[in-house]
């Protein structure tokens, strides 16, 4: 492609550079093959322009940087060159989310099992479905690892393109507050953009609740931004910072509701929660509908319903969309529930934040235990002020608790766990610092009736520590506990 026609998406200081023809785009000096058009992006820890000389060498014909550079090939000067980058690898790609229903989900839980409904309803109604998000990037039939949850805007418009291409006709995908702040999602268009809640999550890196807020806004401010598709907002209204968005976009904006308020438009009532899934009386579009889930808990029915009223928005039939939501599989360290022959039930989930692991805590008492045993423990290198609040949510919520391990990464493991049990009583935890052995000696003190909660990692298959990484699944080496432990069988 030649570089005059990708341009045409951005502008740049002083006169276009004489033209190039560009063969792939690269923001890492060490990727770079002859043809390639480099972007020098200020990093957190690193600046791209240190690598620019790099990158030149190993082929680059032309250079995008926001800062004034001096090198044999042409540069051209934008003012943000992450947003340049991600809308002129909207160009490269040929545009691809304009050839597609494009489903965006953010908020600080429930995104994943949303957009893995999304892709289900979708599919279900003949709607080849692509998917973008924490646990897997799915191109048709073909899965590729996620390295994150929404990867740089290069690599979602090429998987876009893959899509489009390999003849999907929608994505689903997880759209993070560090993705919109860091503009990869710029030169997307939308057809939904859902709003699924808002709580205490990546301080270390927004600071405060309300640059976290602003930079989930920043996809309904995008919405509202189109030129070529008319997106509708799909808000959670019991959610206290949804009802900010409401306010903030109505009337700028088609806004769906979700939520158990009778001023939803896509309403939840009568909720049933069982060990085998949940039913609620859905109201509406006018009607009332009895909905059947294989998932457990009332943060599903948001879920669900967050997922039902994005489909519908883009023209999926409810009905369809109804009957599908009975088949949906069990999303992968969401609540899973490693099955068991024992008199005691074990789940995994990916709860790492006060809300998400309170939602599991509530959901698990509804099934009426004996006891809920909690394993759990919060990541290093990351927002440091939920530790407490963590702590003192699996307190108040368990029978007992084993604080242990997450992914330490470069912290002192004792140092997170004295942060955790900060917000704990002195007499319902025992701390085992090893997690293999915090999950083993949880499943041993387990008998009939009990429950055993394994939070923080879900779908996970490493821990990582300061020097190295390693394999690590909770649902494999809590079905290995269970498996070594004697237990009576269930009658």
Request: with cysteine; glycine share 8%; charged share 20%.
């Amino acid at each position: 492609m030649k570089l005059h026609n990708l341009l045409n998406s951005i502008k740049i200081e002083g006169l276009p550079p004489e033209d190039r023809e560009i063969t792939g785009l690269c923001l890492d000096s060490r990727k770079v093959l002859p043809g390639s058009l480099f972007f020098a992006l200020q990093g957190l820890k690193s600046d791209g322009a240190t690598f620019a000389k790099e990158a030149i060498s190993r082929g680059a014909v032309a250079v995008v940087a926001d800062t004034d550079l001096s090198l044999e090939v042409p540069v051209l000067r934008v003012t943000n060159s992450r947003e340049a980058m991600a809308k002129m690898a909207a160009a490269f790609y040929g545009n691809p989310s304009q050839a597609l229903r494009v489903f965006g989900i953010t908020g600080t839980n429930g995104k994943t099992t949303s957009a893995f409904i999304v892709k289900h309803l979708c599919d279900y109604s003949h709607i080849p479905c692509g998917l973008i998000g924490t646990i897997r990037y799915m191109i048709g039939s073909e899965t590729l690892p996620a390295p994150r949850t929404t990867p740089e805007s290069i690599e979602i418009q090429e998987l876009l393109g893959a899509m489009r291409d390999q003849g999907c006709r929608a994505v689903s995908m997880e759209v993070s507050s560090h993705a919109l702040m860091q503009h990869r999602v710029s030169g997307m268009e939308f057809d939904a953009a859902v709003f699924t809640n808002l709580s205490q999550d990546h301080l270390d890196y927004h600071q405060t609740m309300e640059n976290y807020f602003e930079a989930k806004a920043g996809l309904f401010e995008q919405l509202g931004q189109q030129k070529n598709k008319p997106g509708k907002a799909i808000i959670n209204a019991d959610d206290r910072y949804g009802q900010f968005l409401i306010t903030r976009y109505g009337g700028r904006l088609p806004i769906i509701t979700f939520g158990q308020g009778v001023l939803s438009d896509f309403r939840a009532g009568n909720i049933r929660t069982t060990t085998t899934g949940t039913t609620f009386q859905l109201d509406a579009k006018q009607k009332s509908f009895l909905v059947k889930l294989p998932l457990i808990g009332s943060f599903n029915v948001y879920n669900a319903l967050a997922a039902l009223a994005a489909v519908t928005s883009a023209g999926v039939d409810i009905h369809g969309a109804i009957q599908a939501l009975d088949k949906i599989p069990q999303v992968p360290g969401r609540l899973e529930r490693v099955l068991t022959s024992r008199a005691f039930q074990a789940y995994v989930d990916y709860a790492h934040t006060p809300d998400a692991l309170e939602n599991a805590l509530k959901t698990l008492r509804l099934l009426n235990p004996r006891r809920i045993i909690t394993v759990f423990g919060c990541g290093g290198d990351r927002d440091r002020g939920k530790r407490p609040l963590m702590g003192r949510v699996a307190d108040q919520l368990s029978d007992w608790c084993v604080v242990t391990s997450d992914n330490p990464r470069t912290e002192d493991p004792e140092a997170i766990i004295k942060g955790i049990t900060e917000g704990m009583s002195g007499s319902k935890h025992e701390i085992l610092m090893d997690r293999k052995e915090a999950i083993r000696n949880a499943v041993g003190m387990a008998s009939r009736g009990d429950i055993v909660l394994v939070a923080g990692k879900g779908h996970e298959t490493y821990q990582e520590f300061a020097n190295e990484t390693i394999p690590f699944n909770d649902v494999a080496i809590t079905r290995s506990a269970i498996e070594d432990k004697p237990m009576e069988v269930m009658p």
